[in-house]
């Protein structure tokens, strides 16, 4: 059973910073492309950054590009999402997911495994 826990969210002022991190537990996770969604209510998910299974390759959704930057530790089961420059917009409940082909997708039905999510508030 492949687990995912995400942690860092908290509340944080517009241009501050924060980190969230993810750990894959129950499964290695080195083959497995990693990514990121945020929520709001009432919206569907959308796909925020992504890495694929070799750690070199990276995507972002437009609005978080030069702000973000999601990277995987150096035992690939963890990942990353560096936040800054925060903005009002950017709260959400941010989700860690797992993809088991190892390379990342920017719809979020191809992606096995998901964390609970964590709660990320920017005040303006």
């Known amino acids: 059973q492949v687990q995912l826990v995400e942690s860092g969210g908290g509340l944080v002022q517009a241009g501050g910073s924060l980190r969230l991190s993810c750990v894959v537990s129950?499964?290695?996770?080195?083959?497995?492309?990693m990514g990121w969604f945020r929520q709001t209510p009432g919206k569907e998910r959308e796909f925020v950054a992504a890495?694929?299974?070799?750690?070199?390759?990276?995507y972002y959704t437009d609005s978080v590009k030069g702000r973000f930057t999601i990277s995987r530790g150096n035992a690939k089961n963890t990942v990353y999402l560096q936040m800054n420059s925060l903005r009002a917009e950017d709260t959400a409940v941010y989700y860690c997911?797992?993809?088991?082909?190892?390379?990342?997708?920017?719809?979020?039905?191809?992606?096995?495994?998901w964390g609970q999510g964590t709660q990320v508030t920017v005040s303006s």
């Open positions: 129950g499964r290695t996770a080195n083959s497995y492309a």
């Open positions: 997911a797992a993809d088991s082909s190892g390379y990342y997708s920017d719809s979020e039905r191809p992606w096995d495994y």
């Open positions: 890495v694929n299974w070799d750690g070199r390759s990276t």
